[in-house]
């Protein structure tokens, strides 16, 4: 049984009435192909299909309560891809994307199964590390799956073989086809010698498949969107929906966006600590910074309680943006503010500090 398979079959009232919200936020869009969209993956037997759609579904909601004019899938010059919202406000505009994080069971092995079409590809030139990021569910027949393996090696070999290495680094590249009726879309982020996480999923050459973290999850949906629509001319925000086993907190959302704690120990001298420059914020090769074209990150939460859900956001600013968001944009809501005072990052909370939904 699916996410809203079980959702439809409880008769609390809470439920029913968070069902009747996501059909009202439906309604709040004009019936075209993204209505189609929502309203497909709402009905998948993906549980992750599910999810995506009541991350854009509600976010958007957030977005039109908050803003009075919000655009779905804008245009991109130089892309064919779109982001899935643009904010047109004072004093910026500002695109969001929506991207779940997730560690569910049927997920994880969509996401190994790539990782193996990854690691065969030995005869790619170029010392490369590939992130795999599905943004769908696997077919659900075995012959369409099998078609599936031979679509998704024939297009890695080609972006792969075709392209300079280097001029793949920090790049984003989607797989996007129809199989059996059914649409599978994944991210693959492509990164140079050195750069790739020791436990990310799909390291190509180096490690098989192992089990992600909280932490780890959210740096990696962030890292897979942040190059995905090149260098935009507003600020641009990921907002990430962490759907894992182990819940999330403040904690777990600083390790991921700002970098691991570490404490060093020396015999003769004092006793020093920070974060390792590894985070989605502050990941470092050399000089450069990865991570610089996503402005903030919002964390998107669910409370269930008996009068319904309760939805949040958590505004986590990036401060080495090339394009900062505006903290009078999401003003009233909590947003985490942090500047690089050379030892490390000094972060303040403003307006409030958020509630974390277990």
């Not at 779109?82 to 904010?87: G, I, W």
């Not at 590809?121 to 992130?131: A, D």
């Amino acid at each position: 049984m699916d996410y809203l398979d079980d959702l439809h079959s409880n008769p609390k009232p809470s439920v029913v009435r968070y069902l009747e919200e996501l059909e009202g936020f439906l309604n709040e869009w004009p019936d075209d192909e993204s209505k189609r969209d929502w309203r497909s993956r709402l009905r998948s037997k993906f549980d992750i299909q599910n999810w995506s759609a009541i991350l854009e579904l509600s976010l958007g909601h957030i977005l039109k309560d908050r803003f009075d004019q919000v655009e779905h899938h804008p245009v991109v010059l130089g892309t064919t891809t779109t982001p899935d919202f643009l904010v047109h406000t004072d004093p910026s505009s500002f695109y969001v994307e929506a991207v779940v994080a997730t560690d569910d069971q049927a997920q994880q092995q969509f996401t190994s199964w790539l990782d193996g079409i990854v690691r065969r590809l030995e005869t790619v030139t170029g010392p490369v590390s590939v992130w795999v990021q599905p943004r769908t569910g696997p077919p659900e027949s075995r012959s369409h799956l099998l078609a599936l393996e031979k679509r998704i090696e024939r297009f890695l070999r080609q972006q792969l073989q075709v392209h300079c290495p280097r001029n793949l680094v920090d790049r984003t590249i989607t797989f996007s086809e129809t199989v059996g009726n059914q649409p599978v879309i994944v991210d693959f982020l492509v990164l140079g010698e050195n750069e790739g996480e020791q436990s990310v999923l799909g390291m190509y050459g180096r490690l098989g498949a192992v089990e992600i973290k909280t932490h780890e999850r959210i740096r990696l949906a962030v890292a897979t969107k942040c190059s995905k629509y090149g260098c935009l001319d507003v600020p641009y925000v990921v907002a990430v929906w962490p759907v894992t086993q182990f819940p999330v907190n403040n904690t777990r959302v600083l390790r991921a966006l700002y970098g691991d704690w570490s404490i060093q120990l020396s015999r003769s001298g004092p006793v020093s600590q920070g974060r390792l420059p590894n985070g989605a914020f502050t990941k470092r090769k050399g000089e450069r910074i990865h991570g610089r074209k996503v402005s903030a990150v919002a964390i998107y939460q669910e409370k269930w309680t008996e009068g319904g859900c309760q939805r949040q956001l958590y505004i986590y600013h990036n401060p080495n943006a090339v394009a900062p968001l505006p903290p009078s944009c999401f003003a009233g809501l909590p947003q985490l503010l942090c500047k690089d005072v050379g030892q490390g990052y000094h972060c303040e909370w403003t307006d409030c500090e958020p509630e974390w939904y277990a």
